[in-house]
């Protein structure tokens, strides 16, 4: 006995959206994304991001203020080392789903881990600030110890 599944319109209209624009995100994306909603808090299933990470989307819901809340998984420390390291593609692959559900679901949407980017973006930048003000007092110290200052 067969059983089918029935894929929810607005899964069909991202999946749709998202492979137009794989070609954008080139190798980041490694796969169009698969998913399927349940009817009553449900799952949006996903696909393979930058580095094999598994990224599970945990939920399309109605918001309070947003019309819909898309919950994302993992967006702890995990999701964040491979921006520190560098690998900008993981952010901007995030940032592609983001506008392409932004697009499809309404200006309303949000990320769950929007919020938790934000956090991490600021954290990322005061770290930045700090190491470059290290620097400038390394050099400021090597130079008075010549004699500049």
């Known amino acids: 006995m067969t059983t089918s599944t029935t894929v929810d319109p607005i899964v069909e209209e ?9 070609d954008k995100f080139g190798a980041s994306l490694s796969g169009p994304v698969t998913a399927s909603i349940l009817k009553e808090g449900g799952t949006y299933k996903s696909q393979k991001f930058v580095g094999g ?69 600021k954290e990322h930048k005061q770290a930045r600030e700090d190491a470059h003000q290290v620097e400038e007092v390394g050099k400021y110290e090597q130079n008075r110890s010549w004699g500049m200052f």
């Open 14 to 22: 991202i999946n749709q959206a998202l492979a137009k624009r794989s």
């Open 53 to 121: 990470e598994d990224f599970l989307l945990k939920g399309i819901r109605p918001g309070k203020r947003a019309q819909y809340i898309i919950e994302f998984e993992p967006f702890d420390a995990q999701g964040f080392v491979q921006m520190e390291l560098g690998d900008k593609q993981a952010f901007e692959v995030c940032k592609g789903l983001e506008d392409v559900l932004i697009e499809i679901l309404g200006q309303d949407a949000k990320l769950g881990w929007s919020k938790a980017r934000s956090k991490f973006l």
